[in-house]
């Protein structure tokens, strides 16, 4: 199974900072076929259910701010989000969809100072 | 628009069975794999299921393997997962989802409370 490691845990930044989270796989999500990476991130507000944000490591999902981007390849990804505003308080989850069993990471927590 | 509606849920006995639904409407359902993932309350996303588009596929992890089935009707738009022998840690908020192997739209989640 693929094990992901997301860190950190939790963060706590004022509106307009600019935050990363990173997520480390225990293989590569890089397909040889493509040379495309098997990497997607989640935002979950309090009380809702998870939004996709970002699929194959960096395209945006529709709708979603560009202040939200995806990078990386092979092992080691990061999501960054730009200028922080108040309405991005949420848990940040990566997934693989590289290869079964599917797999998440733990989660980080952002809090808004 | 998208909708993803699941029921079903509810407070089951350790060891007793559980069948959900999640009603698909706002795009081609036959055109989609359909998945279930579950969060245990205070914790993290889990992948429970997998089912490709015509049901002749499906995927499980460990955990749930051999107790869970999941299952689907193209003509009524709707996916189903069979829970059986359940545990008090399968105790979460059921999503359905769909999608490529990621999840793009969810389900606003059902509870399965595995107490006795």
């Known amino acids: 199974d693929i094990v992901m490691t997301q860190s950190p845990s939790s963060l706590a930044v004022s509106a307009g900072e600019t935050v990363t989270i990173n997520c480390k796989s225990s293989q590569s999500l890089l397909s040889s076929g493509n040379q495309k990476n098997y990497l997607a991130w989640y935002q979950q507000k309090p009380g809702q259910s998870p939004k996709l944000l970002i699929y194959?490591?960096?395209t945006r999902e529709s709708g979603v701010p560009d202040r939200f981007i995806g990078s990386g390849s092979g092992t080691d990804f990061t999501l960054t989000i730009s200028s922080v505003q108040a309405e991005d308080l949420a848990d940040y989850y990566c997934q693989q969809h590289y290869s079964y069993p599917l797999t998440f990471g733990s989660g980080t927590k952002l809090e808004i100072k | 628009e998208v909708q993803l509606v699941e029921t079903g849920g509810g407070l089951v006995q350790p060891g007793r069975s559980l069948k959900l639904s999640c009603v698909a409407s706002?795009?081609?359902?036959?055109?989609?794999?359909m998945y279930w993932i579950r969060q245990a309350p205070g914790k993290g996303l889990e992948w429970v299921s997998s089912?490709?588009?015509?049901?002749?596929?499906?995927y499980y992890p460990d955990s749930v393997k051999g107790r869970f089935t999941i299952s689907r009707d193209n003509a009524e738009n709707t996916v189903y997962l069979q829970m059986n022998s359940l545990r008090s840690e399968d105790t979460a908020t059921y999503y359905c989802?769909?999608?490529?192997?990621?999840?793009?739209?969810w389900g606003q989640g059902v509870m399965v409370t595995v107490s006795s």
């Open positions: 706002g795009f081609t359902f036959s055109s989609y794999w």
């Open positions: 989802a769909n999608g490529y192997n990621f999840f793009d739209y």
């Open positions: 089912i490709n588009t015509d049901g002749g596929s499906t």
């Open positions: 194959l490591a960096s």
